[in-house]
């Protein structure tokens, strides 16, 4: 048998990039880790970190070692789990990483109703970027993210996915507003621009266009936040992308106007939910799962102007 209390050491060190960083971490001395993990590199006759300047970092073993630690404290987590769940005593914690164009979907009425639902399973949300996201999950901070925009990782499993245009974002009154065709990123190139940081899903599909047309992009706001983008096209100063959805308050509202873009890349961007591919998710992952999956409107299906376009050539098939 493996010792637990080694591979969790060494898990940390790993994760922590010294031995020192480690013991901080965890309230223990670091001839105790150092002690530990020399033992089970003895037992198993091979060598599991090598030293470096800055450091630690794991060798091919020592990386071997601690995902096989992880995946069966993943196992034993989600036996555990429907043990509980066997007994009726559902119970646990759910951790999400969610962007923050996802939020106000979140909130409106998933989030409660699935609180209402497992008064015994708490919920922790964590605010990030679709690269932020995606290293959580990979790490094993959180169980589930809500992303847009990402990229293929062979590490992350995909339970749903809907298909989320990025479009113009503009005010009412504005001179595109009544455009009745999709807009092309050539066209407002005059009027004031925001857009989100790098790390963000929808700045990055932006700057993928912006590149195949060798288009300069000039924002005349940068932010990492979806309110600031919108209180800047609400205001009237200027324009911004966002799904639909995102802003689909405002919209009812009538503070904003949606424009389609003439670029098949935006028009085809998706929203997804995914976990670690090779971790379980536990009782309680997976009712949240569920609840997301059929209670946020942004997973439900397309985006609403999809949506009506689907309805207009089935209307207009009808008719023929």
């Known amino acids: 048998m493996l010792n637990q209390r080694a591979l969790a050491y060494l898990s940390e060190v790993i994760r922590r990039g010294s031995l020192r960083g480690a013991a901080t971490h965890l309230h223990v001395d670091v001839s105790a880790i150092s002690r530990r993990i020399k033992l089970l590199e003895e037992t198993l006759d091979v060598a599991l970190l090598e030293r470096h300047a800055g450091g630690v970092k794991p060798t091919e073993a020592g990386r071997?070692?601690?995902?096989?630690?992880?995946?069966?404290?993943?196992?034993?987590?989600?036996?555990?789990?429907?043990?509980?769940?066997?007994?009726?005593?559902?119970?646990?914690?759910?951790?999400i990483a969610v962007g923050e164009g996802f939020i106000a979907d979140l909130i409106d009425a998933p989030l409660q109703t699935f609180m209402t639902a497992y008064p015994g399973i708490d919920i922790a949300v964590e605010m990030a970027g679709v690269n932020e996201a995606m290293a959580l999950v990979k790490a094993r901070e959180v169980d589930l993210a809500l992303l847009y925009a990402p990229p293929i990782d062979p590490q992350l499993?995909?339970?749903?996915?809907?298909?989320?245009?990025?479009d113009l974002i503009v005010p009412t009154g504005h001179p595109l507003a009544d455009r009745t065709t999709p807009v092309s990123l050539h066209e407002f190139a005059d009027w004031p621009l925001a857009l989100m940081d790098n790390p963000f899903g929808m700045r990055q599909m932006v700057n993928a266009v912006a590149h195949q047309e060798r288009l300069h992009l000039h924002a005349r706001l940068h932010t990492?936040?979806?309110?600031?983008?919108?209180?800047?096209?609400?205001?009237?100063?200027?324009?911004?992308?966002?799904?639909e959805l995102t802003v689909a308050e405002e919209i009812q509202q009538g503070d904003i106007a949606v424009l389609p873009l003439a670029h098949r890349v935006l028009n085809d961007a998706r929203a997804q939910i995914v976990s670690r591919t090779d971790r379980e998710l536990t009782v309680a992952g997976r009712a949240c799962l569920n609840h997301l999956r059929h209670g946020m409107r942004f997973f439900q299906d397309d985006a609403p102007r999809l949506r009506?376009?689907?309805?207009?050539?089935s209307n207009t098939h009808g008719f023929e």
């Open 64 to 95: 071997l070692l601690v995902d096989h630690h992880h995946a069966q404290r993943s196992a034993e987590d989600a036996v555990i789990s429907q043990l509980r769940a066997l007994q009726q005593l559902v119970s646990g914690q759910v951790r």
């Open 157 to 166: 499993h995909c339970h749903v996915e809907t298909r989320q245009p990025l």
């Open 224 to 243: 990492n936040s979806v309110a600031v983008l919108k209180n800047f096209v609400r205001s009237g100063i200027g324009v911004t992308f966002m799904p």
């Open 308 to 313: 009506q376009q689907r309805c207009h050539k």
